[in-house]
């Protein structure tokens, strides 16, 4: 099968690749596996996330994506060449129209980074587009209406909060804080109270499982296991939702105050807008357990997670990629 046009979301944690007709085709972990001697990529996604903290000395497991932007070119440009040969095979006829999504707070220099990666690895031409206004598209927003819509895509890497109307971003502002930060948090709370060393795969099931952004009445608890740091050998220790609650209080707080900072800066007829329809929560960090009521409760405006949170960007590329003639003017951007 020819494959013309290929959207991909180039996420810090996760990236998911989706081609028109055929839906989401890739879903895999922002991992590659390289050799140290000669930088060989030895593995990409799923293979290589089981190699993270379990490497010998020869084999250097990394995350190439930073923060939503690209930390490292190369791994970068070897994970997008894997997925796209992945998807299109290795032997093809033409070159794809290849879309990327790229955090609201990126700058010239970065997105001119993401479209030559995209190129180098196999692309014919490279189209870029704000996360936030895919993941408002993909959580079924009508983007184009004189009307103001919120969006709080929470990712791995950043937090995307913006302001859309008539078609483009009003107001927008890109926090550097996402579920990647939060597990981090996760692992040092662990680290200082119970004086034991866990993974961030650890501290990422210890989110999913019991993590909640407000306290809970009736706790949930859970097992972990890691290396004890008094005696150095495995220990195992239990641990309660609110102590999870406890632990990402500072990254809640972040996300918390750049939503207040694009509110602040929202004209206020759209202001008006968002109070009577809300604010829509998407991305693997609105998964997190009352989110939706901490934003509520802190902010005053009613707010909500949309549907298939988690895929909303994904979703949001696929429509522009279904639609691309409808949305070449309006919304893609150049290099």
């Known amino acids: 099968m ?37 930088n060989r990529v030895l593995a990409v996604g799923d293979e290589a996330k089981e190699m993270l903290g379990r490497t010998p000395d020869t084999i250097f497991a990394s995350r190439p994506m930073k923060d939503g932007v690209i930390a490292d070119y190369k791994i970068t440009e070897a994970m997008l060449k894997y997925l796209i040969n992945k998807v299109s095979g290795r032997f093809r006829l033409i070159r794809p129209e290849v ?34 206004m ?27 909060i913006a302001v859309i109307s008539l078609g483009g971003i009003v107001a927008a502002t890109s926090a ?11 692992a040092d709370y662990v680290k200082r109270k119970f004086s034991l060393a866990i993974g961030d795969r650890t501290a990422e099931e210890i989110k999913i ?5 407000l306290p809970q009445v009736k706790e949930e608890y859970m ?38 900072k694009v509110l602040q800066e929202t004209p206020p007829e759209l202001s008006a807008d968002i109070m009577d329809k809300g604010m829509v929560l998407s991305g693997g960090g609105a998964l997190i357990k009352n989110i939706d009521q901490l934003v509520t409760k802190t902010i005053g405006v009613p707010s909500y997670v949309a549907d298939d949170a988690i895929f909303c960007v994904i979703k949001g590329i696929g429509v ?16």
């Open 2 to 38: 020819l494959v013309r046009r290929i959207g991909i979301d180039l996420g810090t944690a996760n990236i998911l690749v989706y081609i028109p007709g055929r839906g989401i085709v890739a879903n895999e972990p922002s991992v590659v596996a390289v050799s140290v001697d000669d």
């Open 99 to 132: 879309l990327v999504s790229i955090p609201a707070g990126v700058t010239s220099t970065e997105r001119r980074a993401v479209v030559d990666a995209a190129i180098r690895a196999g692309a014919k031409t490279a189209y870029i587009v704000k996360e936030p």
């Open 134 to 160: 895919l993941a408002a598209i993909g959580a079924g927003i009508p983007i184009q209406k004189a009307s103001g819509n919120m969006i709080i895509n929470i990712g791995g890497g950043t937090s995307e």
């Open 176 to 186: 550097r804080v996402g579920g990647n930060k939060i597990d981090q948090a996760i």
């Open 209 to 213: 499982k019991i993590g909640s952004a």
């Open 223 to 260: 097992d972990i296991r890691g290396r004890d740091l008094t005696g150095g050998l495995p220990s195992i220790v239990k641990i309660s939702s609110n102590e999870v609650t406890q632990a990402i209080q500072d990254e809640l707080r972040e996300i918390i105050n750049a939503i207040k």
């Open 320 to 335: 522009v990629l279904d639609n691309l003639s409808v949305y070449k003017k309006a919304i893609l951007l150049s290099k």
